[in-house]
């Protein structure tokens, strides 16, 4: 499975961006996707989760209300819509998929297929 996050940029406090992730290769082994990311000095972090099946979607509890995962079957994308963005929110943003069913999807080692990330930089 590989996975092409895009959509990132430079953005105003504020703006919006939407990301994609494009999943390719043996998808149909995968059951969720997920989007995470990684400031300057931190630790990667969970943004929001979703199922290729079915309404479940799963957000970080500081995210909620801003962000907006979604997915289209068809194109086997799966779209993260960052609304009202913040400095805080400066990040890369990576996607990941997972074939195990049973990965947690708030953690990393909920997945086992990761892309090379997308930049996100949001200025004050």
């Known amino acids: 499975v590989q996975l092409q996050a895009s959509g990132g940029g430079l953005v105003q406090a504020g703006g919006s961006l939407r990301l994609s992730c494009a999943a390719s290769?043996?998808?149909?082994?995968?059951?969720?996707l997920g989007w995470f990311r990684q400031a300057p000095g931190k630790e990667r972090e969970f943004v929001a989760a979703?199922?290729?099946?079915?309404?479940?979607?799963y957000y970080a509890d500081s995210l909620k209300g801003r962000f907006t995962i979604s997915r289209d079957n068809a194109k086997n994308t799966v779209y993260l819509q960052m609304n009202s963005l913040k400095p805080e929110d400066t990040a890369v943003y990576y996607c990941?998929?997972?074939?195990?069913?049973?990965?947690?999807?708030?953690?990393?080692?909920?997945?086992?297929?990761w892309g090379q990330g997308t930049l996100v930089t949001v200025s004050s």
């Open positions: 990941a998929a997972d074939s195990r069913a049973w990965g947690i999807a708030t953690m990393t080692s909920g997945y086992d297929y």
């Open positions: 290769g043996r998808t149909f082994v995968t059951y969720k």
């Open positions: 979703i199922y290729w099946i079915g309404e479940s979607r």
